[in-house]
């Protein structure tokens, strides 16, 4: 009774009711601009909640996380740049939808799946906490470098026909983000003597450039400059298109628990594992995967909001970040004078209820706002071409800039774009090249961290692939994806 009675603090007092509310509308509309990450407004918003109660700071942060991580489809669905890189797989099918004048039915039924990912993943934080835990914590180096392998072969899987196009755009990425400090000696690689290359490439800068202005130059080369009237007519989806998809929602909202609970997976490589399944599983999609399929809406969006509820497992339980919005809330915790981890449970249960029933709350102010303002969302798509292609560079330009308010990064940001322009017009995806740099460090760090653990003997590290059962089953899933993917393996399976 006394665990029931926290889990609805924040819904009868009407303050942090408020603040909730607040915290879910302003993350829809942060995460729906590129540049301004749903990690940025959580810093910042910590700064403001020194003072606060503590009760009152999480049941903001709840709310914008939550309508942070939706928010990222609409600008992925409307103009196809993702506001964040867990929406690039929403924006697949979500900009064809778009494109067929469906912008409107697309983000209803975003919304709805969304939601319905997030109590999901709200219910195994609840429910399975110890057991998530548990399994995260069988993760080691070698079993993240294999997870990040495994990401990175999904990525060609799921650009087209062409395995090696796919793996070559994935490795591209990954080779860019090496650029910068090493993570482990400090020292400079490849930048070629250049300062400002020292730090890196942002890879917020290069998502907008491969996806806004590459985006703008290709409709400037096609003379696409008809806008699209949206059908914005009927947007709450109907109960059958969204009871048909209900199935494939739970085993992608599965997807993106367990994933989510895996420190520093997050719920990006959530959605490109749920993308992957519903295209592999799929057998009648509504349209062609890539084309506008429903399925690749749904797949994605309830992966990536049920990874939210697996983040809060490691770092409630284990004190450990799922992803990178958790090390910051870790960090608010920690200045309001509680330590996340086991004793957490012990010493402060009304805690863990609090969140929960916070989350809870969240969610469904997530499904009333995220189902209000679409028909104005819509009109940016009918804006006219003359007007809109200008101001979709300007705003590209205001999200690269916003990111470290550094000019060097509006460059990378028109270079990538340019590059991202050209690499479409020889039928490569740009979608693999931001998902390789977000998997390139994990990659790297994790197999030097597994060869430091063997003793740098490669006999041992090799050995221990077969001879660790996680380890063992990952790199299975890694042969599979490959030889599912060959051209001998497609004859003999169509024969």
């Known amino acids: 009774m006394e665990a029931i009675g926290y889990f609805f603090m924040s819904w009868l007092d009407v303050k942090m009711l408020l603040l909730t509310a607040l915290g879910t509308f302003a993350g829809i509309y942060i995460g729906a601009i590129p540049g301004l990450s749903v990690t940025m407004a959580v810093s910042i918003l910590i700064s403001f909640t020194f003072k606060w109660d503590v009760n009152h700071a999480l049941a903001l942060i709840s709310g914008i996380y939550l309508g942070g991580v939706y928010g990222g489809s609409r600008s992925a669905i409307l103009l196809n740049i993702p506001g964040a890189p867990s929406a690039i797989a929403t924006g697949m099918d979500g900009y064809p939808l778009a494109k067929r004048g469906e912008a409107g039915q697309a983000i209803g039924l975003t919304t709805v799946i969304s939601v319905y990912g997030g109590f999901i993943g709200i219910l195994a934080l609840a429910v399975a906490a110890p057991l998530v835990s548990d399994l995260a914590l069988m993760f080691g180096p070698r079993d993240y470098m294999l997870l990040a392998i495994w990401g990175l072969l999904l990525v060609g899987s799921l650009s087209g026909e062409s395995l090696a196009k796919g793996i070559f755009s994935g490795a591209l990425g990954a080779l860019i983000a090496c650029v910068g400090l090493d993570p482990m000696t400090g020292e400079n690689r490849l930048t070629f003597g250049s300062m ?7 890879y917020v800068a290069a998502m907008i450039g491969f996806f806004g202005v590459s985006e703008v130059i290709a409709q400037i080369h096609e003379l696409k400059l008809t806008a699209i009237k949206q059908n914005v007519s009927k947007i709450i989806p109907s109960w059958s298109l969204v009871r048909k998809h209900l199935g494939l929602a739970t085993r992608t909202s599965s997807i993106g628990v367990v994933v989510g609970a895996l420190p520093g997976a997050g719920g990006d490589i959530a959605a490109l594992m749920a993308y992957d399944h519903a295209k592999r599983t799929v057998k009648n999609p509504s349209r062609p995967f890539g084309e506008g399929a429903y399925e690749g809406l749904v797949a994605p969006e309830s992966a990536n909001n049920a990874a939210v509820g697996g983040a809060y497992v490691p770092m409630l339980t284990l004190g450990i970040p799922g992803d990178a919005v958790t090390a910051v809330i870790i960090g608010a915790l920690y200045i309001h004078g509680l330590k996340p981890g086991p004793m957490l449970m012990i010493e402060t249960p009304h805690l863990f209820w609090f969140i929960v029933g916070s989350l809870v709350l969240a969610n469904l102010f997530l499904l009333v706002f995220g ?3 679409i028909k104005i969302f819509a009109k940016i798509v009918e804006t006219p071409k003359p007007v809109l292609l200008p101001l979709i560079l300007v705003l590209s330009a205001v999200g690269a800039y916003a ?31 931001i998902l390789g740099m977000i998997l390139g460090p994990i990659m790297d760090r994790s197999y030097r ?9 490669l006999g041992v590290f090799v050995s221990e692939f077969f001879t660790t059962p996680l380890s063992a089953i990952l790199l299975a899933c890694v042969v599979l994806t490959v030889v599912s993917q060959a051209d001998w393996w497609k004859r003999l399976r169509n024969r």
């Open 403 to 433: 990111i470290n308010n550094n000019p060097v990064d509006v460059y990378w940001m028109l270079g990538f774009g340019l590059l991202g322009y050209f690499l479409k017009m020889y039928g490569f995806q740009v979608g693999p090249v």
């Open 371 to 373: 189902l209000t303002g």
């Open 449 to 457: 961290q597994a060869m430091l653990s063997s003793g740098e003997d």
């Open 196 to 202: 400002q290359l020292s730090a890196g490439i942002a």
